[in-house]
């Protein structure tokens, strides 16, 4: 999944020298080698993270037990997009987004240096780290690619978030291939510590880079005050030793266990979006069409979930029946089973463009579907995939190993899925906020991906050894299509409560 953030406000270019990066200011070049090796640390590591983990897969991981692997991937996984909130917070009232990036960058590539590390506590603190750099360099650097061009009328301006796209999708492709080699066939920390190179090349030329990237970019947009730093810094000291005393006691007891952090987090990603939401739709300042708005939003919003509680499992259950159910050849060439994790991307990049062209085109003829009929069709994309991944789990039974034509067919289903969810996903999010709330939006949106990363973590707990079963890719799919059934059915109330937004 990849996703940008569009910043609307005006910047002089800061390309005066003339130097330009494929027509597109110079500092475009910088945030697209930056965002590229980010994400080719980020997916390579990912690719490795539960096949070292889970129990019975390879030699040398940490021997969890299939459930608990996969919820500590989606809970991981979930972080990672709840932390942008603050991560865009820091950058807006603190530090300014070029220097949260930079800070954030150089966490994410101490962490997975953590994860190369072989005591178990180290790896755990590195999942930690990256998720918090994560959160940093997420929110901030997509709106630095905005901050490159005159205003939100600059023609270039969608060319440069294509390019910025690719980027994405580029370093999520080649990861696999190269970390997952490394970590399968050589040693699991050398493939984490690859994954820490990656980032370090990144962050080395970011900053080196750094001169071409708007002025702009270095401005604390809404600084605090002295009063509302200390007055934040006593809440943050109250809940850390809060949090502190609870699990010392808990350690105390001698009962501390990895259920006593993946629970609660679980737990926490799926009611502070709701709390969150439920907030921004009772305030009295909102008209009654932005509630009305908000109220049909809330409809996109629980559907993304259900979406991305199937989707991001692509690296967790997907890649386990890859490893333990895949014949890993093809015409006589072997290869690892984390390269199944470059479909997705390699899809992207194919069938992106497709769609670009596809939407144009219908809507040239006024047979654009709407909104909500896109969003249900993705529901029912993604709910097929696991109805698909049912029929291939049940052609492994009995410890078959099944062509890899499978997986690809399913990478391939949730990718059609994805492109007609996600980027409608995005444009909803900024044609429905309130003006209060444009662009905390945005922050909402991911939090579809953190409570539905965090319903998967809970169903996987909560299932245990039927993890990965028959009935269990078979209920889930269920479930999303008829979410997409549900869709289609209400879709005419959910067009009204949109008022003049289609």
């Known amino acids: 999944m990849a996703s940008t953030t569009l910043d609307v406000g005006t910047a002089p270019n800061p390309t005066s020298s003339g130097q330009t990066f494929l027509g597109h200011p110079r500092g475009l070049a910088t945030l697209f080698m930056t965002e590229m090796w980010e994400r080719f640390s980020f997916y390579g590591m990912r690719a490795l993270l539960v096949l070292y983990m889970a129990a019975g897969v390879s030699e040398g991981g940490l021997g969890m037990q299939v459930a608990t692997a996969g919820a500590v991937y989606s809970v991981y ?87 910025f796209y690719m980027g994405i999708n580029l370093g999520a492709f080649v990861a696999p291939l190269v970390i997952g080699t490394v970590g399968e066939k050589v040693d699991w920390h050398l493939g984490f510590a690859l994954a820490g190179v990656g980032m370090a090349i990144g962050l080395l030329q970011y900053l080196l880079g750094s001169r071409h990237l708007s002025e702009r970019s270095s401005v604390v947009s809404a600084p605090m005050s002295a009063d509302e730093k200390r007055s934040m810094l006593r809440k943050v000291a109250l809940w850390l030793a809060a949090a502190v005393v609870c699990y010392a006691a808990v350690a105390l007891s001698g009962r501390l266990s990895l259920g006593w952090v993946i629970w609660p987090l679980s737990v926490a990603g799926i009611v502070i979006p709701v709390v969150y939401f439920a907030r921004l739709r009772r305030d009295k300042d909102l008209t009654p069409d932005e509630k009305s708005k908000m109220s049909g939003y809330a409809w996109f919003f629980v559907a993304a979930a259900v979406f991305w509680m199937i989707y991001d499992q692509s690296g967790s259950t997907l890649n386990l029946f890859a490893k333990n159910s895949t014949d890993l050849s093809v015409l006589g060439f072997s290869f690892p089973s984390s390269w199944f994790q470059s479909l997705n991307p390699l899809y992207i990049m194919a069938l992106a463009p497709v769609f670009a062209w596809l939407w144009i085109w219908l809507d040239r003829r006024r047979q654009n579907p709407s909104t909500t009929v896109k969003f249900a069709f993705g529901l029912l994309m993604i709910g097929g995939s696991f109805l698909v991944m049912m029929l ?111």
């Open 77 to 163: 996984n979930a972080m990672v997009y709840l932390l942008a909130l603050p991560g865009g917070w820091i950058a807006d009232r603190f530090l300014g987004a070029r220097k949260t990036v930079a800070i954030g960058g150089g966490v994410i590539m101490l962490g997975h240096f953590a994860l190369a590390l072989p005591p178990q506590a180290t790896f755990f603190a590195g999942l930690g780290l990256i998720a918090i750099g994560s959160g940093l360099l997420k929110a901030n650097i997509s709106t630095m690619v905005g901050h490159l061009y005159d205003g939100p009328n600059d023609p270039r301006r969608d060319g440069g978030f294509t390019i």
């Open 392 to 502: 291939a789990m049940a052609a492994a039974s009995g410890g078959t190993k099944v062509t890899p034509l499978w997986l690809a067919l399913v990478y391939f289903v949730q990718t059609v899925g994805e492109l007609t969810l996600s980027p409608v996903g995005l444009s909803v999010t900024t044609k429905l906020a309130p003006a209060k709330y444009a662009s905390q939006m945005m922050g909402i949106w991911f939090l579809a991906v953190t409570a539905g990363d965090c319903t998967a973590s809970i169903i996987q707990l909560l299932v245990g050894d039927s993890t990965g079963s028959t009935w269990y890719f078979a209920s889930q799919g269920l479930l999303a299509v008829l979410a997409g059934v549900a869709l289609l059915m209400y879709r005419k109330k959910v067009v009204r409560l949109m008022g003049d937004v289609h």
